[in-house]
């Protein structure tokens, strides 16, 4: 039989592991510059942090697994002819794979609340496990790279985390589109057309605005038990425009009986006024429709799209008000965003965005022409290694061609030549593949040359 991996997953060649590291160093890199420190939680969880914290739905999604040995001992085998799978899970299975790294992080930041310094900052770029059905840009494994503060009610941490999303997607070369929305100006939207016990319904339907249009919206509303002048009074509110300040000014105007929405927008005019006064090369759009999972976030509401690429979101976030809640630490605020790395990845693939440098991990590799000249050039490669400059030995003294086709294939840029006038010299002769210009140098010389100095 073939091997074969399982559906949704995928295996990643030293080619394309190169592009995917260039994603995760730079998230990473922009993630230390504004304080952020790196921390790891296990695949696994217990079930018991998992459960129950993504809805039905997401505990069907939820990968649980066996428990070690014979797992079906202390089982009710009652369950077990019944095929009661609901009631026979906690029964045979203990941990499960997680489904996201913010409810890990919640758990984490209760286990360690008394070694924690307030606020506390944190990224973590991991992968994780959803039994979802794969298609196109979804898969059961992935990567979140996420970055957290908990412990701040300050506005200055969303004004920071609109700059760092600004500054990887300027570092990546995508033009991007970041959306924003208040979650206060959802609840205010839902008391001003009268329904504020219908504000789930309403933001799941309106947050599909841009998918099925207004019409559609409105329809999906009236079915899920809103008035017709409830959804009347609501369509002006969706279809506010003109400039982020018009909007903001005409949201006032519209919520000005309203405690909470007033508040929503206050909160909004400093975010906007903080990142606009920085200077942000993204454009920034207010997005009254925007809800992403409603039940969890209770400020500000963040999307970013991508300007040239058609796919969903690639990054994500808001504020939160109660993460550790639901492990006994109540009223601990936070806010936070996440990077979709395969999305963002499928996006530099389609246009093209790498460096070269970001292709290959060889720099430069030397022709191995026999014994002698093979040791001759692991010393100058031990000198370049040691300057920073990657460098490999083709291990076998072939063909010339063959040697080269090697190089070409694994688009090494800089090829290195140690024959016996080259020994005689202690020097190289090395060659740039890309503009085919030759030159005698020595290995500190190379290591120059090659890294641009």
């Known amino acids: ?14 080619a394309e592991m190169a592009k995917r590291n260039y994603i995760f160093n730079t998230i990473r890199e922009v993630f230390g510059l504004y304080g952020y420190n790196p921390i790891e939680t296990p695949a696994m969880e217990n079930l018991s942090t998992l459960m129950g914290k993504y809805g039905e739905e997401g505990d ?21 002819e019944q095929g009661n799978c609901a009631r026979l899970t906690p029964q045979l299975c203990e941990k499960g794979l997680r489904y996201d790294l913010t409810v890990p992080f919640a758990r984490y930041v209760v286990q ?21 059905r794969p298609q196109k840009g979804r898969y059961r494994e992935f990567y979140q790279c996420d970055a957290d503060v908990v412990g701040s009610d300050s506005l200055l941490n969303e004004i920071e985390l ?16 970041i959306k924003l929305n208040n979650r206060k100006v959802l609840a205010g939207i839902a008391e001003l057309i009268g329904a504020p016990e219908k504000i789930v319904d309403i933001t799941v339907a309106i947050d599909k605005i841009d998918k099925i249009g207004i019409d559609n919206v409105n329809a999906e509303l009236l079915e899920r038990g809103l008035s017709a002048e409830a959804v009347a009074a609501l369509r002006p509110i969706l279809e506010i425009s003109g400039s982020v300040d018009e909007r903001l000014a005409r949201l006032e105007q519209l919520l000005v009986e309203s405690e909470t929405g007033m508040l929503g927008v206050k909160e909004l005019r400093e975010v906007v006024g903080g990142v606009t006064a920085l200077g942000l090369e993204a454009e920034l759009d207010l997005d009254v429709s925007l809800a992403r999972g409603l039940n969890y976030y209770t400020g500000t509401i963040i999307e970013v799209k991508a300007k040239d690429v ?39 693939n389609t246009l ?26 692991m010393k100058m490669m ?48 090395l060659k740039n593949m890309t503009t085919g210009e030759q030159q005698t140098v020595s290995a500190a010389e190379a290591a120059a040359l090659v890294k641009g100095v």
């Open 112 to 132: 360690h609340r008394n070694e924690l310094q307030m606020p506390f900052k944190r990224y973590q770029i991991q992968p994780v496990w959803r039994a979802d």
């Open 352 to 377: 093209d965005l790498y460096p070269a440098d970001a292709r290959t991990s060889t720099q430069v590799m030397f022709v191995n022409f026999g014994e002698a000249e093979a040791a001759a050039s």
């Open 310 to 348: 058609a796919i969903g979101s690639i990054t994500g976030g808001g504020r939160y008000d109660n993460l550790t809640g639901v492990f006994g630490m109540p009223g601990l605020s936070g806010v936070g965003i996440s990077f979709g790395a395969d999305r963002i990845y499928d996006v530099l």
């Open 382 to 429: 031990k000198e370049l290694r040691r300057a920073g400059v990657a460098a490999e030995i083709y291990p076998d003294a072939s063909k010339m061609k063959k040697q080269m086709a090697y190089a070409n294939a694994a688009g090494v840029p800089f090829v290195a030549m140690v024959g016996e006038s080259e020994m005689a010299e202690g020097k190289m002769a």
């Open 162 to 177: 609109l700059q760092m999303i600004d500054e990887v997607f300027r570092r990546l070369g995508i033009r991007i589109q």
């Open 60 to 80: 069907k999604l939820l990968f649980k697994i066996l428990n070690s040995g014979d797992f079906l001992r202390g089982a009710d085998r009652e369950l077990i």
């Open 1 to 14: 039989m073939k091997p074969s991996i399982p559906k949704g997953t995928r295996d990643f060649s030293p």
